[in-house]
């Protein structure tokens, strides 16, 4: 009943979630074999759910018998099983980097990605919530499966106002975003990749938002083929893993070489850490808080009493590119900012020089400054303190 691929993995998901195609691209450009099966799937119910205890999706199962669910352990994991795939040689500054990719691809992003996908009902709806349905009811009847996805359309939609996006604060974030695409259209008219000739991790963790929703969903589809054809493409270049790209004909099939990150990549960095950095100064400053009113507690406790996985560590306001944003500071996100933390903290001299330049030149110094009272970890699928 397992039948995983010789030498691959199943990966248990969605077509229509962005931390699905943050996985689905990384088994893709590193030519992993997998089969990808829906929630719906029976070994999903009987064995996987209750395995992860957590409904959340992307889980991956692995031949040696692991199953590992949140995209960024599953891309540990797939790292770890298969370094040969993946193997391309960074410099300091470009391990830095895709740690800051992953997180902005898990955060800085989701605004976007939730506002292009929920705000605009009349284009993405029927779509959005026949995805939804399939993935859990395929291939019932077109009424339960409507019935299906409108339940967890609900849910999901219910997430925008933690995210702090409402009408006041709309206009901004998609103008940011257009933003955004003018300045990845700069860099890939330049590289085929964000690292130039070969996909890293951080094009995998982008793929999240940029494909998972954004390239994917009816409405914002159609406006990234007109207003940035060019990172629509490198979506394209991506989902069928281009080892050369008809643009880039005479481009290495690798990372740039000596320790380079592209200006033009740098640049989309500063942009969108300009609306980033300060929901991760506040994020730890709640976590911070936390940790003073729960002193004491053992290692691997939950955030959570109740056991959320994602738990909120309560409201936080942020300015948000000119626009003050109340919503939810998470801790997950700062899970996930712990290892670019990490990695700079494992440097020294001129690496760590170089590091500190490049976070410097990102806009990203207030956020790598960050301390935080104690260590994040997961336990059973759920965020709590080493
Ligand atoms: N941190 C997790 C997030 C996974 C996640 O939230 N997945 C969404 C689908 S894209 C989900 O399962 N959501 C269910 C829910 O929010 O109830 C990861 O990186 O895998």
Redesign the pocket.
């Known amino acids: 009943m397992t039948a995983i691929p010789d030498g691959g993995v199943v990966l248990y998901g969605s077509p229509a ?4 195609a943050k996985v689905r691209a990384w088994l893709q450009a590193f030519h992993v074999p997998f089969e990808e099966r829906f929630p719906s799937h029976p070994r999903y119910r009987q064995t996987i759910r209750p395995h992860v205890e957590t ?4 889980v991956v199962e692995f031949s040696d018998g692991a199953i590992v ?4 352990a599953i891309l540990d994991a797939l790292e770890q099983r298969f370094p040969q795939a993946c193997a391309a040689t960074l410099g300091p500054r470009q391990q830095l980097a895709v740690h800051l990719w992953e997180s902005l691809a ?1 955060r800085a992003l989701a605004k976007p990605a939730m506002h292009y996908r929920w705000s605009f009902p009349q284009t993405n709806e029927a779509f959005v919530v026949g995805e939804f349905g399939r993935s859990l009811a395929f291939p019932a009847a077109p009424e339960e499966i409507a019935r299906m996805g409108q339940r967890v359309a609900g ?2 939609a219910s997430y925008l106002p933690m995210l702090g996006i409402e009408e006041r604060t709309i206009p901004t974030i998609e103008q940011t975003y257009l933003r955004t695409l003018e300045l990845f259209e700069a860099h890939f008219a330049a590289h085929p990749y964000l690292l130039g000739g070969a996909p890293t991790r951080a094009d995998c963790a982008l793929m999240g938002p940029l494909f998972g929703h954004l390239a994917r969903d009816p409405y914002p589809r159609n406006l990234m083929q007109r207003a940035a054809p060019l990172t629509f493409r490198w979506t394209e270049r991506m989902t069928w893993a281009e080892r050369r790209s008809p643009e880039f004909p005479l481009a290495a099939s690798s990372p740039l070489s000596d320790d380079v990150v592209p200006e033009t990549l740098i640049a989309v960095m500063r942009h969108l850490f300009a609306g980033f950095d300060e929901e991760l100064v506040k994020s730890a400053g709640q976590f911070n808080a936390w940790v003073l009113d729960h002193a004491g507690v053992p290692e691997f406790t939950w955030i959570s009493a109740e056991g959320a996985d ?1 738990p909120s560590l309560g409201p936080i306001v942020v300015d948000y590119h000119g626009v003050s944003i109340a919503q939810q500071a998470l801790g ?1 996100p700062l899970w996930i900012f712990q290892r670019a933390l990490d990695f700079m903290a494992s440097r020294q001299g001129t690496e760590r020089a170089a590091c500190e330049d490049l976070a410097q030149t990102a806009g990203a110094h207030s956020a790598m400054a960050i301390r935080l009272a104690r260590r994040l970890t997961r336990v059973s699928n759920r965020l709590a303190v080493a």
């Open positions: 979630s962005l931390y699905t409904h959340r999706i992307p669910q949140d995209s960024t898990d849910k999901m994602q997950h």
